[in-house]
């Protein structure tokens, strides 16, 4: 009876594990989604395995992701990383871009963003920093120092990349740049500025032969500044680009930088 006893309580300690290591495994492309994942036509419960490296992707439960779950890019880089339980997003969840920079990291509590959030752009440039608290933004107050409530960055406006003539994806040289002669600052908007989000922001503008903007395309950036960005681009006038001597119509990439101080 004495020998039996400890036996009996390995088989208990052991069989637990032997459960675990049994999961069921499956490559991506075996897996359909509806609500959750089947595998099948029965919810999931097993191991999700990359078919190229036979690494472990992440475990769902029932057709729910639980635990860490990575997401690679086809070539291989990492795409995504981050928690879940019973499919709900939960701590920190990172995204990358396919060139290896960070794109964003932002902490979830039961689905929803709860703690900072911060993006970068694909060159690595902290593009905004955000505190939420049950998936809303938390107002930012008495940020900076004195009385001014913004600060917008024209420092690089002048530093306009010469894009393409009136086809916006055809490159085309010109002899002399265009130089702006109107400004017009974009509104920094209350959800941003009540909620402390800062921000860099590329727009792409046609300037035709006489200086005016005809279009603006192709904003990038926090998307909360497009509007503002916009808006504010269209009311800018140039001395037009100049090539042999003639004025020509140009793309040009224009940057404004929002700052809260």
């Known amino acids: 009876m004495k020998t039996l006893i400890p036996l009996f309580i390995s088989i208990l300690f052991i069989s637990p594990c032997l459960a675990q290591q049994d999961l069921l495994p499956a490559y991506p492309r075996e897996i359909t989604y509806k609500e959750i994942a089947y595998f099948n036509g029965s919810p999931f419960t097993g191991v999700l395995v990359d078919e190229k490296t036979n690494t472990r992707l992440g475990e769902y439960k029932n057709g729910y992701k639980n635990g860490v779950f990575i997401e690679n890019y086809t070539n291989g880089k990492k795409k995504s990383e981050g928690k879940y339980l019973n499919g709900a997003k939960d701590g920190r969840h990172t995204e990358w871009f396919e060139n290896g920079n960070k794109k964003s990291e932002c902490d979830y509590v039961n689905g929803q963003r709860d703690g900072i959030c911060t993006e970068w752009s694909m060159t690595g440039q902290k593009e905004t920093e955000t505190k939420y608290k049950n998936g809303k933004i938390v107002p930012v107050t008495g940020k900076g120092t004195g009385g001014d409530s913004l600060f917008i960055d024209f420092s690089d406006a002048d530093d306009f990349m010469v894009e393409g ?87 040009v990439a224009l940057p404004f930088q929002f700052k809260l101080r």
Request: without cysteine; positive net charge; aromatic residues 8%.
């Open 165 to 251: 003539d009136p086809s916006e994806d055809e490159f085309i040289t010109v002899d002399v740049n265009p130089v702006p002669i109107k400004k017009v600052d974009p509104i920094y908007p209350d959800e941003a500025r009540k909620a402390g989000i800062e921000g860099r922001v590329f727009v792409k503008i046609l300037i035709d032969k006489q200086g005016k903007v005809k279009k603006a395309a192709n904003v990038t950036g926090p998307e909360i500044f497009h509007k503002a960005t916009i808006e504010a681009a269209m009311q800018w006038v140039f001395k037009p680009a100049l090539q042999r001597d003639k004025p020509i119509a140009v793309w």
